[in-house]
C-alpha cells in the first residue's frame, strides 16, 4: 500500500452517509495514559471504556475516520464466531461455549445501546439473519446446529425454514432450506461509525484522523514514544487497534503477521422500486449462503447488495466483481437489465483459530483483533474487555481473552496459500462437495 493518510474509499455507505467531518489531524506534543492506534470500532469502543473510568486517552487513526473496515463493511450486526458453539463445546467444554453465546448476544444488544446512548441513526433493523443452504447435506448441517442450540443453549431464537419458506424469504429458488436466527440484523456501518466518533468527540475524548503512527518506541520509565510525522505522543500504554490493515503503517508490525488479510468484495444494485426485484428480501435481514466460498446478501434501502470473499490482492478486482454479478443474478435472475451502481473491496482479518482475541504484547501494548467477517457488533463491543486488560484486570471475555493469538505459518507467501486454499473451495462448491 502507498503511504497515509490515503485517499476516501467509494462506496454505496459514503454516497448515503452524511458528511464526513472535517479531518482533525494531530500535531505537536502530548502525554497521555493510553494511546489507540486505530480509529474504527475497536480503537473508539476502547476509548469509550477507558474514558468512562477516568483514564487520558488519545486515538490515531491513520486515514480519515471510517477508511477501514469499519466504514465498508456489509453492515451485518452477528453474534456469531467463524467456529461454531457446538464446537466450542466440544473442544473445551459447555461452559465455555455459553459465555461465547452470551458474549455474541451482548454484542449485538450493545449496538442498540450504543445507538441510544449518542443518540445516532444509522438505520438499523434489528430483523435477523438467515443462513441459505444451498445442497440437502447443507441444510442436513444447519438442522443439527439449530436442534443442538435449542436443546444445549436453550436458544430459542433459531428455526429451520423449508424450501418453499426460503423462497418466500428471499425470492430465490436456489436454495433447499436455511436456518433462521432472529439475533442481530443490519446496519449502515459508516452512519454508525461517524455517529459513535461524532459522540465521543462531542464528550471531548480527542480523536485524530489523517495521523498514521510510524513508530512506537519504548521508554526507560516503562511508557512509549509514539513517533507521527507532525509530533509524539507520549503515553503510559498503547492500545493497537489496526486489525487487518496492520500493516499500513510500521507501528503495528507487532501484530501484523497475526492475522490473515482477506480481500471481500461487494456491489450494490440501482434502486428496486418499480422494477421486478421490488419483493426481493422483503424481511430486510441478512442471508449468507453455506458454500465454502461465503456469499451474502442484504437489503439497504431499496437496494440489493451483495458480497463475497474470493476479491484477491491489494486492490479491487474486476474479476471478482464480475464473479459476483453473475453469481447473483444466478440467483436473483429479477435483476437482470438492473444497473449495479456501486462496487468496493475492503480487508477482513482471519485468525489461524477462526476466532477474535484480545491479549498482550508486553506491559506497554495491548491488541485487539481478529474478528473473521463479523465484527460490526464484536468490535463495537470489545473496547470495555480491552480497558480491563489495559488496567491491569482479567477481561470477562471467554475464549477472546484466554488464547494466545498465533502467528500465520509462511506470512511472506500468505496471498499465494490464500489463492490456493480459496481455489480449492472454488472447487469443491461446484462439484457439490
Not at 443462513?131 to 446446529?145: D, F, I, S
Not at 501494548?365 to 489495559?390: E, F, Q, R, W
Not at 511472506?412 to 480449492?424: K, L, S
Request: net charge neutral.
Amino acid at each position: 500500500m502507498n503511504q497515509p493518510p490515503l485517499p476516501e474509499i467509494d462506496s454505496l455507505w459514503r454516497d448515503t452517509a452524511p458528511a464526513a467531518p472535517e479531518a482533525m489531524p494531530f500535531s505537536g506534543e502530548l502525554q497521555t495514559d493510553v494511546a489507540i492506534v486505530g480509529g474504527g470500532y475497536t480503537g473508539l469502543s476502547t476509548a469509550r471504556a477507558l474514558a468512562a473510568q477516568g483514564v487520558d486517552v488519545v486515538v490515531l487513526e491513520a486515514n480519515r475516520l471510517g477508511w477501514g473496515a469499519s466504514g465498508r463493511n456489509g453492515g451485518v450486526v452477528s453474534g456469531k464466531f467463524r467456529l461454531g458453539f457446538a464446537e466450542m463445546a466440544r473442544r473445551w467444554d459447555i461452559a465455555t461455549a455459553r459465555r461465547m453465546h452470551d458474549i455474541g448476544i451482548e454484542a449485538i444488544e450493545n449496538v442498540g445501546a450504543v445507538l441510544e446512548e449518542f443518540g445516532i441513526d444509522a438505520d438499523y433493523r434489528p430483523s435477523g439473519s438467515l443462513r441459505c443452504a444451498h445442497r440437502p447435506e447443507a441444510l442436513e448441517a444447519l438442522r443439527a446446529e439449530c436442534d443442538w442450540l435449542r436443546g444445549t443453549l436453550g436458544d430459542d431464537a433459531v428455526s429451520i425454514l423449508d424450501a418453499e419458506e426460503m423462497a418466500a424469504e428471499t425470492g430465490s429458488r436456489d436454495f433447499c432450506g436455511g436456518m433462521l436466527n432472529r439475533h442481530g440484523g443490519v446496519i449502515h456501518p459508516l452512519k454508525f461509525h461517524r455517529g459513535l466518533a461524532a459522540g465521543l468527540r462531542g464528550r471531548g475524548l480527542r480523536i485524530h484522523d489523517e495521523s498514521p503512527v510510524t513508530g512506537i518506541a519504548p521508554r526507560a520509565d516503562g511508557g512509549v514514544d509514539l513517533h507521527l510525522a507532525s509530533g509524539r505522543v507520549r503515553a503510559r500504554q498503547v492500545v493497537l487497534a489496526t486489525n487487518a490493515y496492520s500493516g499500513l503503517t510500521p507501528a503495528a508490525s507487532v501484530i501484523e503477521r497475526r492475522v490473515v488479510p482477506f480481500r471481500s468484495a461487494m456491489v450494490a444494485t440501482q434502486p428496486l422500486t418499480g422494477t421486478a426485484a421490488e419483493a426481493l428480501l422483503a424481511h430486510g435481514r441478512s442471508y449468507t449462503e453455506t458454500r465454502r466460498m461465503m456469499r451474502w446478501f442484504r437489503k439497504s434501502g431499496d437496494r440489493l447488495l451483495y458480497g463475497g470473499r474470493g476479491a484477491f490482492g491489494k486492490s479491487d478486482s474486476p474479476a471478482a466483481f464480475a464473479a459476483l454479478e453473475k453469481a447473483m443474478l444466478t440467483q436473483f435472475p429479477q435483476l437482470a437489465g438492473l444497473q449495479v451502481t456501486h462496487r468496493w473491496s475492503g480487508l477482513v482479518a482471519m485468525t489461524m483459530d477462526s476466532l477474535p482475541h484480545l491479549g498482550r504484547i508486553d506491559g506497554r501494548i495491548v491488541y485487539a483483533m481478529g474478528y473473521n467477517g463479523t465484527g460490526v457488533a464484536l468490535a463495537s463491543y470489545i473496547g470495555p474487555h480491552v480497558a480491563d486488560l489495559v488496567l491491569g484486570r482479567k477481561p470477562d471475555a471467554g475464549l477472546l481473552g484466554q488464547l494466545p493469538l498465533p502467528q500465520v505459518p509462511l506470512y511472506p507467501v500468505r496471498e499465494v496459500g490464500v489463492r490456493i486454499v480459496a481455489g480449492w473451495y472454488q472447487f469443491l462448491d461446484a462439484v457439490g462437495k
